[in-house]
Nanobody, 124 residues
Framework: VQLQASGGGLVQAGGSLRLSCAAS????????MGWFRQAAGKEREFVTV????????DYADSVKGRFTISRGDAKNTVYLQMNSLKADDTAVYYC??????????????????WGKGTLVTVSS
């Protein structure tokens, strides 16, 4: 089982990036999927989550109105569209999956699966 994140890179403040997370090895249509991020010297933090059906999503206050999470038709891929990027968005972004939606809001970060991170750097 693997979650493969991609799409990170260097972008200027105000720009956009789209991250992707492709799940393989099993069917993830019963899993909520989402993103966390960790900036240098800081703790990992929740960014966004989308339900297994794709009908419900939540966002950290810091990204509301700028980031949008979505799922592919096969439900095994999740996307994170990031607009109006700020220097504070610079971090390693990790995708994750859990059968329990609300676990994304817990600081224990007990996800069923984690992907390797992808680095997003926003230059000011």
């Amino acid at each position: 089982v693997q979650l493969q994140a991609s799409g990170g890179g260097l972008v200027q403040a105000g720009g956009s990036l789209r991250l992707s997370c492709a799940a393989s090895g099993r069917t993830f249509n019963r899993y909520a999927m989402g993103w966390f991020r960790q900036a240098a010297g800081k703790e990992r933090e929740f960014v966004t989550v989308i339900s297994s059906s794709g009908s419900t999503s939540d966002y950290a206050d810091s990204v509301k109105g700028r980031f949008t999470i979505s799922r592919g038709d096969a439900k095994n891929t999740v996307y994170l569209q990031m607009n109006s990027l700020k220097a504070d968005d610079t971090a390693v972004y990790y995708c994750a999956a859990s059968t329990v939606y609300n676990k994304f809001f817990s600081s224990t970060y007990q996800m069923d699966y984690w992907g390797k991170g992808t680095l997003v750097t926003v230059s000011s």
